[in-house]
């Protein structure tokens, strides 16, 4: 069974920075694409960032552009997201994915739900003013 275990998530004051961890298993190859979206109160999902492995491209959000980065962890279906600066408006449940098929990031457009087939169980992340 392919699953993925985020962590790292926690309470900070805006200006802080935290990072997230994202480990798959069960993958019998590894996935070629894993991002992150994020679920904001009254909001939908939102995609904010992506990576294909082994050696990137990344796409990044415009509402991130600047203060987040996502890069791969030294295992095998392992990513991080580095968020620095953060907001009261980053406040959210932030959410692992991953798929094995060609990735989304190639297209150049950004991510949606539908591009990725597996997803975390989410880790919350607020940001206190």
């Not at 060609?102 to 940001?127: H, K, N, Y």
Request: glycine fraction near 12%.
């Amino acid at each position: 069974q392919v699953q993925l275990a985020e962590s790292g998530g926690g309470s900070v004051q805006a200006g802080g920075s935290l990072t997230l961890s994202c480990a798959a298993s069960g993958f019998t190859h590894f996935s070629n694409c894993m991002g992150w979206f994020r679920l904001r109160p009254g909001s939908q999902r939102e995609g904010i960032v992506a990576i294909k492995q082994p050696n990137g491209p990344t796409y990044v959000a415009d509402s991130v552009k600047g203060r987040f980065t996502i890069s791969l962890g030294r295992a095998e279906n392992t990513v991080n997201l580095q968020m620095n600066n953060l907001k009261p408006e980053d406040t959210a449940r932030y959410y692992c994915v991953a798929d094995p098929s060609p990735c989304v990031v190639l297209s150049g457009r950004p991510i949606e739900v539908g591009d990725f087939a597996v997803w975390g169980q989410g880790t919350q992340v607020t940001v206190s003013s």
